[in-house]
């Protein structure tokens, strides 16, 4: 039985993920690295309290085997580009390295659809960066979970967002053949697919789009 330690379980994605983690048959411990106590009670759960500007720094020694990465903002949340530059590329990069240091063979992490280094637009060329960032590390598997519109319920309300699903569901038959990694994904269906990344048995840089992430959710 192996050990998951997970950051930005939080948010959408990352809560769900955690509860699965949790229930998840392939895990015996669950760390958990937040900003304050989340008040979730289980005998699998640990949980490490942590400023992540310090990350590198305070984090006490730990092992596991798997890591699963969540971290993810909005400019609207984080208030100015170079916040969110510091959530969506450093905070994944640094607890990328703190994992990799206490014996951390594999991770997934959520991207976004269309990330590149290259791009013009700065969500997605922050997104690209973060993946040259970590396709540097010597992980045995590395999984890019890209995701286009993620559907759940948030705790937080985000009209920009809700008009943004009301239109993609619309438009959702259309998107079909090459156009399917735009459909929008439950939040469910991510962290299902996150699990069946770390737990496929394959090695190496691995991006995975709509159709990927339905199919890894079979089996878990």
């Known amino acids: 039985m192996k050990t998951a330690v997970i950051s930005g379980s939080t948010g959408l994605v990352g809560q769900i993920l955690l509860y699965k983690l949790l229930e998840s048959n392939y895990y015996e411990k669950v760390i958990s690295l937040v900003r304050r106590p989340s008040l979730i009670k289980h005998h699998k759960l640990t949980e490490i309290i942590i400023d992540f500007d310090e990350l590198l720094q305070k984090v006490e020694p730990m092992h596991a085997d798997d890591a699963y990465c969540c971290l993810g903002t909005t400019i609207k949340k984080a208030g100015s580009k170079s916040n969110q530059e510091k959530i969506d590329r450093q905070y994944v990069t640094n607890f990328a390295n703190l994992v990799l240091k206490n014996g951390v063979s594999n991770i997934a992490i959520v991207s976004s659809i269309g990330a590149n280094k290259s791009s013009s637009n700065f969500y997605l060329h922050t997104?690209?960066?973060?993946?040259?960032?970590?396709?540097?590390?010597?992980?045995?598997?590395?999984?890019?979970?890209?995701?286009?519109?993620?559907?759940?319920?948030r705790k937080e309300f985000r009209?920009?967002?809700?008009?943004?699903?009301?239109?993609?569901?619309?438009?959702?038959?259309?998107?079909?053949?090459?156009?399917?990694?735009?459909?929008?994904?439950?939040?469910?269906?991510?962290?299902?697919?996150?699990?069946?990344?770390l737990n496929s048995g394959i090695s190496g840089i691995n991006i995975y789009h709509y159709d990927d992430i339905l199919r890894l959710n079979k089996g878990v």
């Open 127 to 153: 997104k690209g960066q973060m993946e040259e960032d970590i396709k540097q590390l010597p992980f045995n598997n590395i999984s890019f979970i890209r995701p286009s519109f993620i559907l759940g319920d």
């Open 159 to 197: 009209l920009g967002e809700k008009i943004g699903i009301f239109v993609f569901k619309i438009f959702d038959v259309l998107l079909f053949g090459k156009l399917r990694i735009y459909k929008g994904i439950q939040a469910s269906k991510i962290a299902s697919g996150m699990i069946g990344a």
